[in-house]
């Protein structure tokens, strides 16, 4: 085992991802302390119940004041009001990061709101997850094999960045570095684009006249598709808020092309919808191939 | 073991839903020899070295008159050439099924070819399968615990209907009887219009300007949400072209879906999007519910 490389971990907001990230660490033995903040009182019980934390903040400043580092595990909607709560807090040594799914937002949040600390905020994504959430769903393995996205602005201190990349390498993860507007672009296509197509075709189905013999004859395919739709609604409509103008943008293009797939099925063009098929496909074949040599 | 029901069992389109009704019966002794036909001869040695098969007809109306079942395991697109091709074969006592995934066209074929024989065609569509397609993917245990929907015409003869009922029971399956126009709407909602968006999704993102950089990040869910995308193109060309009115219907009405949640989101409202989410999950939380009381 590895020595620590964080005394004092405060987590706010306890769920999946955060909850997860302490337990990597702690499987690792590479923190010392973690303390929980979070805004419901229950939630951070069960989490020292399950043995996530090890303490709860009652005054999160004073948190902060204590903590090396700071992972703020919230929807990203609510990274400007959680930062406006612990910015007193954060010391010349702290560092802060995040787990959310997008990266514009929370950037902006963080230059606006912590000014001359801006610097020790380094932005990551981890590219892990579960259509499970909450804190009983946190598991010490969520990050195994799995990459972090990290898309710190030039600003950013390169000390922070370090740290951050080191404590993601402890927990199993490995790290990449990625500008933030490229990343909720191209995260805007194969994230939340397929979110929304998800969560969009699970409710469309259910208020359907044939809702009821859908989900009795439900087919593998359905559910696999559906089984996204079991995602936190919260993290997912603030995920669509922030990252509204490339989800907008994939929308319209995707919309256009159901369009033009709807065209080819009207007039009977079998040999253009089955070109569409098979280019598909054949894209899905190179993705298989390229994750196997990912992991080999 | 419980005795053979088929002395002689005829496969014609020896692929992966074919080739795994063969050897489920086999693995429940179920059945005598299967037979198999299909265009290509390569495809027929393959299923004979793998045992799926125990010999290779050559001429299909003499293989179909010495078969007792006939099994139509071809795109729903060839059932009308391979059902001339096997029709002079078929005897009083012969019962023809098939797995098609729309049953409406399948239906309308046998009708026209088969004339007075049509009371021995008997439409099935096991609810099974793989995104792996061909005889090397067809496995014993395909059906184990799946539903096989059955939508015999009301001239159809009941013993035939038996007969099949009882061969997809042997394979581990459960039978039900459901209305072919309602099996097309409902399987359109559920099946084909989830494929057709993941196959128009995958080929989107493969010949957009991000493309690299998509595949290079694709997270979970994209992941998750392409494995359909791999399914066998011309089958699921067939399947759009035969249930085109349907499918049309669909995407018809879920492109508009698409466009309200476009303008939720250009709007910013967030609320309305957390309740379209919030529906979903509700949905396929109780989907998962039934799937768990169906299998307890």
């Not at 990597?24 to 989490?47: N, P």
């Not at 119940?49 to 303490?55: H, N």
């Not at 702290?94 to 997008?102: P, Y």
């Not at 570095?177 to 197509?197: I, M, N």
Request: proline share 5%; aromatic share 6%; net charge negative.
């Amino acid at each position: 085992m590895n020595p620590p490389v964080i005394d004092n971990l405060l987590v706010v907001g306890v769920g999946l991802i955060g909850g997860s990230l302490a337990l990597a660490l702690k499987r690792d033995g590479a923190v010392g302390c973690v303390t929980g903040f979070g805004r419901r009182r229950e939630t951070l019980e069960q989490a020292r119940a399950l043995g996530v934390i090890d303490r709860i903040a009652d005054d999160p400043v004073a948190a902060v004041a204590a903590a090396d580092m700071v992972f703020l595990g919230v929807p990203v909607g609510a990274m400007k009001s959680v930062l406006q709560i612990i910015a007193p807090g954060i010391g010349p040594g702290t560092v802060v990061t995040d787990g959310g799914s997008t990266k514009c937002g929370p950037i902006a949040a963080a230059r606006e709101v912590l000014g001359e600390k801006f610097p020790r905020f380094v932005p990551g994504h981890p590219i892990a997850g579960s259509e499970r959430s909450g804190v009983a769903a946190a598991r010490a393995d969520l990050f195994d094999d799995h990459r972090v996205l990290l898309t710190p602005d030039p600003d950013c201190d390169a000390d922070a960045i370090d740290r951050v990349a080191t404590i993601w390498a402890r927990c199993g993860a490995r790290t990449d570095r990625l500008d933030a507007e490229a990343h909720d672009r191209v995260l805007g296509l194969t994230s939340h684009l397929p979110h929304v197509l998800a969560f969009t075709l699970v409710d469309f189905i259910a208020r359907g006249k044939d809702a009821a013999q859908c989900f009795e004859l439900a087919a593998g395919g359905f559910f696999d598709f559906t089984r996204i739709a079991g995602s936190d609604p919260v993290m997912w409509r603030d995920v669509a808020s922030d990252n509204a103008r490339n989800l907008g943008d994939a929308l319209a293009e995707y919309i256009d092309v159901l369009q033009s797939m709807k065209t080819l099925i009207d007039q009977g063009r079998a040999d253009d919808i089955e070109q569409v098929f098979a280019n598909a496909r054949r894209a899905r074949g190179l993705l298989v191939d390229h994750r196997r040599g990912q992991t080999s």
